[in-house]
């Protein structure tokens, strides 16, 4: 099998049809677990209701120059990325409240936004940080 695209046949994108979904970014304060078994039950739930979930936000906050605390903070944001992937979402968007040593919290978003790419999801961050220094 090659893998390598032909050039008489069309890409995937050309061959989508539009369907009547309703297009819906889930909050992660929301969701009651990042479990296989949970996330299953709620897209299908979503599909049912004919939603369909394009982005997933998480709210994070680096206030301790702690590498622990920062770990902690990076594994829960590492988590809701696989969940993101889980149920099809484009993007995970985490919005900083506060950095207290963006020294430390830069290679772990960095490392984050790796993880997601490798899903095929785009990690955008909203705050006082960027992934450039």
């Given at each position: 099998m090659s893998t390598t695209s032909s050039p008489d046949q069309p890409s995937p994108i050309e061959c989508c049809d539009q369907t009547d979904v309703?297009?819906?970014?889930?909050d992660a304060a929301a969701l009651e677990s990042t479990a296989?078994?949970?996330?299953?039950?709620?897209?299908?739930e979503l599909a049912e209701a004919n939603l369909s979930p394009t982005s997933l936000t998480i709210n994070a906050c680096f206030e301790e120059d702690c590498s622990l605390a920062t770990q902690e903070e990076v594994d829960r944001i590492r988590s809701h990325v696989r969940a993101g992937a889980f149920l099809g979402v484009g993007s995970v968007v985490?919005?900083?409240?506060?950095?207290?040593?963006?020294e430390k919290v830069r290679p772990a978003l960095a490392a984050?936004?790796?993880r997601a790419?490798?899903?095929?999801?785009?990690?955008?961050?909203?705050?006082?940080?960027?992934?450039?220094?």
């Open positions: 309703t297009p819906v970014s889930i296989p078994g949970y996330l299953r039950d709620l897209k299908r985490v919005s900083v409240d506060d950095v207290e040593n963006p984050c936004a790796e790419q490798r899903e095929g999801i785009v990690l955008e961050l909203e705050g006082p940080i960027t992934l450039e220094e």
